[in-house]
């Protein structure tokens, strides 16, 4: 074998890393005696290093009779690529030549690397003084170097001083610019590059993709994407992938379905970006479809991803029958050793109102992280079940995990919902004083909305002006919701004028504001805020349903017309003969009544609507309370809402009832009747246990729970001094369901 053919083959190991067939090429150098040759062993000596091997490398070096300066080049490339970037810094302070470039770059990468700034300007100066620092290599690596440091005046100043500088000048001055957080610079680097008319690459679009979203620059989103299709790069599945997710962060889900109908050759990464983004723009119907279209794709097979995407559309369209069939697929293809599909699937679940196949879900994770106790946290605490969030938690302490910030959220939604408003303060102080966790805005805003909701409102407005989040729309608008429900007019009122100060983008602080004046009957103010309403020209967004038919969801948006001429079309003197002529024959329900005053608060015909109130209460007509009808054994039965929420009935007895509620929160008068509730909070039971003792699965009844609240007494007054009498059926409830027991994670 020739000296020539073994160099080649040894160069061909190196670079393909085919350590096997180079140990071989060693050892048949060694056995015919060419290993003395300072080129074959330099070859050896490349090999190893390319392959990682920096021990055999060393120990080879080492016993090189002659060294030359590709060997030190070999070695210190070597040990720069394998992470060990001291031992790299030490080989150059020994060379007994002058470097080369390489040599120089190596050397400058293992300095930015170990942030050795210091070494870094010397290595700068030493390929200054020795006339390699214009070599386009060595000032590409300086480029880099300085940017890791946090010095781009310097990278800047390199590249001037450059007088060829290349694409991948300008890729480490676009990704230094981004690592710093300086997009505008970013983006004049980009302009930079095109200017000199050099082609971006994939990198350039990696770097730029992700930061234009973040800086709100859609000119250069849409460049880049110009400059995708100019140069036939969005065809593929990397570089259409890239602008799926920046068009996505941007909500643009058409241009995201534009991007995914020009990529021919689909990953399982393009549909997961699809699917995700349909997600994230709250359109979780077309998610599904998408991954029902994934699944008829043939050599696309979805992962934990996938998975993960899809049980986030099933929770935000509530849809337990969905979140199910995704759950039993996962378990039937044995998908479930990702933790990240895991608390997809608990989070789904506590979203639902499932808790119990949350919460077992929860127990069959073999390593729960951070993110798994957040959520069962969050999902015990959104509905209602306060205690056993707080069992949870010290539980998660216990297993040796610190809170962070998304643990301290869920914990105060779990004291606002279960009305315990000193243990929320308690968690509030304690994030800074014993975790060091500085509360953000969500947590603030949970503690206003905690305070509000207990009529503490001079201590809410406090806590406003303590901290920095006065000014924020989020947690202003909270008070103000507080303000209607306790009806505090003067609070409420400068909270509403700073709100509309801040030129709202939602019309709730109108409508807060206008509901405000209207309990007070002021009606003036009311067509006041009214009429700033309408010349700030914000509309309120029509609601919509979603109802499950035969496996499949249908979307069903509700759109109500207020801004009708009535008077035009005749419709209000029509409305009104109608309801006329009925309070004539003297009706035994408020219902023309009730038609009248609506049609009249439609027109904004206030005197009107305060007349036929008038009427109504001295008719003397009671609008009857609501009754359900619900299904027992077979049975169809009527129970009005006093029987629904009688205080001294035995719930016992009706363990059989699929109640759809977890919580129900009632206030007696003092004479005894029943009062309005303050607020009812929703969720699914579908487990039981009867009288008996024994669980009495009830999810194949078609039940159903309506307390029709608006049909209660308006009569009757809430006083806060009665927050001692409030009764919780939710109480109760929960001790009827079965949790797992969670002490056997206690170990993890």
Not at 680 to 706: C, F, I, M, P
């Amino acid at each position: 074998m020739s000296l020539h053919s073994i160099g080649s083959l040894l160069h061909h190991c190196a670079r393909t890393k085919s350590y096997c067939h180079g140990t071989s090429l060693h050892a048949a150098s060694v056995k015919v005696g060419l290993l003395f040759d300072t080129i074959i062993s330099n070859h050896v000596l490349n090999m190893y290093a390319k392959c990682g091997r920096i021990y055999d490398a060393c120990q080879l070096f080492d016993e090189m009779l002659q060294r030359n300066l590709v060997s030190w080049s070999a070695l210190i490339s070597g040990c720069n690529h394998s992470s060990h970037h001291l031992l790299a810094l030490q080989l150059f302070t020994k060379i007994p030549f002058v470097p080369n470039e390489y040599i120089y770059a190596s050397s400058i990468s293992s300095c930015a690397s170990l942030r050795y700034m210091q070494y870094g300007q010397q290595v700068h100066c030493h390929s200054v003084k020795s006339g390699y620092a214009s070599v386009v290599f060595v000032s590409n690596s300086l480029i880099s170097m300085y940017m890791k440091l946090g010095m781009f005046g310097d990278a800047v100043a390199v590249h001037a001083c450059m007088t060829g500088p290349n694409l991948v000048t300008y890729n480490a001055l676009i990704s230094g610019f981004v690592e710093n957080q300086l997009p505008d610079k970013a983006f004049e680097a980009f302009k930079m590059l095109l200017h000199k008319g050099i082609v971006p690459d994939k990198f350039t679009f990696v770097m730029l993709s992700g930061v234009c979203p973040e800086s709100d620059n859609f000119v250069i989103a849409s460049l880049l994407h110009c400059m995708a299709i100019k140069l036939n790069l969005d065809s593929s599945h990397f570089v259409g992938n890239l602008l799926m997710t920046m068009y996505s962060k941007f909500s643009l889900i058409s241009s995201v379905d534009i991007a995914f109908g020009c990529i021919k050759d689909r990953d399982v990464i393009s549909w997961n970006t699809l699917i995700a983004a349909y997600s994230q723009c709250n359109d979780h119907l077309k998610g599904l479809g998408v991954f029902r279209e994934m699944n008829s794709t043939i050599n696309i097979h979805p992962d934990g991803f996938t998975f993960a995407s899809v049980l986030v559309a099933c929770a935000g369209l509530a849809s337990i029958h969905q979140g199910k069939q995704v759950h039993a697929h996962l378990l039937r293809n044995n998908l479930l050793s990702d933790v990240g599909v895991y608390n997809a699937l608990v989070s789904m679940y506590s979203k639902c109102g499932c808790l119990n196949y949350a919460s077992n879900s929860f127990s069959t994770m073999h390593s729960p992280n951070l993110v798994s106790w957040n959520t069962i946290i969050a999902g015990f605490g959104n509905h209602g079940l306060g205690e056993r969030a707080f069992e949870i938690f010290e539980l998660m302490l216990e297993s040796g995990f610190r809170p962070d910030v998304v643990t301290f959220s869920g914990l105060l939604v779990a004291c606002n919902h279960a009305g315990l408003v000193d243990k929320g303060l308690s968690y509030f102080h304690s994030m800074k004083e014993e975790y060091g966790i500085s509360p953000g805005i969500e947590h603030f805003s949970c503690l206003i909305d905690m305070l509000g909701r207990a009529g503490r409102l001079k201590e809410a407005e406090d806590y406003i002006t303590k901290y920095d989040f006065g000014n924020d729309p989020i947690i202003l608008g909270s008070l103000l919701s507080a303000c209607r429900l306790h009806g505090d007019i003067s609070i409420g009122e400068l909270l509403a004028q700073k709100l509309i100060e801040l030129k709202p983008v939602t019309t709730s602080p109108y409508v807060l504001l206008s509901s405000l004046y209207a309990l007070d009957e002021a009606w003036d103010s009311v067509l006041e805020v009214r009429r700033l309403l309408k010349i700030s020209g914000l509309k309120k967004e029509p609601g919509y349903s979603i109802i499950e038919v035969e496996g499949t969801l249908k979307k069903f948006t509700n759109v109500i017309k207020r801004d009708l001429d009535f008077s035009s079309h005749g419709d209000i003197s029509i409305g009104e003969l109608l309801a006329q002529k009925l309070i004539e024959l003297k009706p035994i329900t408020t219902s023309p009544y009730v038609l009248l005053s609506s049609l009249y608060a439609l027109d904004e015909a206030w005197d009107s609507v305060l007349e036929v109130r008038r009427l109504l209460k001295i008719s003397g007509l009671k609008m009857e309370p609501g009754y359900s009808i619900i299904e027992v054994e077979g049975t169809l039965k009527k129970f009005t809402n006093e029987d629904l929420l009688d205080t001294s009935g035995d719930l016992e007895s009706r363990t059989h009832l699929d109640l759809s509620c977890t919580k129900v929160t009632v206030l007696p008068n003092y004479d005894g009747q029943l009062g309005r509730p303050e607020y009812l909070y929703w969720t699914r039971v579908e487990e039981l246990q009867d009288a008996t003792g024994e669980l009495k699965s009830l999810r194949d009844l078609n039940l159903s729970l309506t307390l029709k609240l608006n049909m209660l007494p308006n009569s009757i007054e809430i006083h806060p001094s009665t927050s001692q009498h409030v009764f919780e059926v939710r109480a109760h409830i929960a001790t009827e369901m079965r949790f797992p027991d969670f002490s056997n994670l206690k170990s993890l």
